[in-house]
């Protein structure tokens, strides 16, 4: 709708801009944004210089996606050389008599659509970091609560799930912290979970040491039982803390 009513000759560009730029975060949408919209800037001046040059050479064509791949990754823009190659051979293939008006209008679509993904991000499906910290650490919790359990019968512990569960925790407090203020909640509550990752780190070790135990359950006649108990009692003790706080 906004390329036919700033009568651009095609929306593809546009759509598939605001596609790759949807985001976790509107943090993340607006650096990934950024670097597109600067990385077609690059393929779409390569291509444009070469199709003035020689327009459709196959040779400057393979040399001009190498230098526009080299430039985004010297300028660090992350996510931005696959768009940047794909506009430049738009471009360079181009068989008009003004490439660079062709690839002004490329750039544009491309910034329609990066600024209505990030309205999409922002007005239309605003992220909830705090109800969905608030989702992790419930599950990190029932999955320790049930690994605690299965520490002390001898059943098999899942550690790869507890400590994914923990990784999933550790990034979604990242991308809270990461985003501007305005766009966040309740910084007390994250804050308060984000205190207890360290500890459920150490429950994680605790649950490593008792699945890597050779004999489970361990009677109490046998001479693990007590690196059993210790790692045990050492285990709840720490479940114990994260609950009171």
């Not at 768009?83 to 910034?111: H, K, M, N, S």
Request: charged share 20%.
């Amino acid at each position: 709708v906004v390329s036919y009513w700033m009568m651009l000759d095609t929306p593809f560009f546009a759509v598939a801009a605001t596609v790759i730029s949807m985001g976790k975060s509107i943090d993340i949408s607006i650096r990934g944004g950024k670097n597109r919209v600067l990385g077609t800037v690059i393929g779409a001046a390569i291509g444009a210089a070469f199709a003035m040059a020689l327009p459709g050479n196959a040779g400057l064509c393979g040399i001009g996606v190498i230098l526009t791949l080299y430039l985004c990754h010297m300028l660090k823009l992350n996510g931005a050389a696959p768009l940047a190659c794909l506009i430049f051979t738009i471009v360079v293939l181009y068989r008009g008599t003004d490439p660079w008006f062709y690839a002004g209008q490329r750039c544009l679509e491309v910034l329609i659509g990066v600024a209505i993904a990030l309205l999409v991000n922002i007005i239309v499906m605003p992220p909830n970091y705090v109800a969905r910290i608030k989702r992790t650490y419930t599950d990190l919790r029932s999955l320790v609560e049930e690994s605690i359990d299965f520490a002390s019968t001898g059943d098999p512990i899942d550690v790869l799930a507890v400590n994914n569960a923990i990784r999933t925790l550790s990034i979604a407090v990242e991308h809270y912290i990461g985003e501007t203020k305005f766009f966040r909640g309740n910084d007390e509550e994250v804050f308060q979970i984000s205190c207890k990752i360290s500890t459920y780190r150490q429950i994680l070790h605790e649950l490593i040491s008792i699945d890597e135990l050779e004999e489970r359950p361990v009677p109490k006649e046998s001479p693990l039982y007590p690196v059993f108990s210790y790692h045990l009692e050492r285990l709840t003790d720490l479940y114990d803390t994260c609950k009171e706080t």
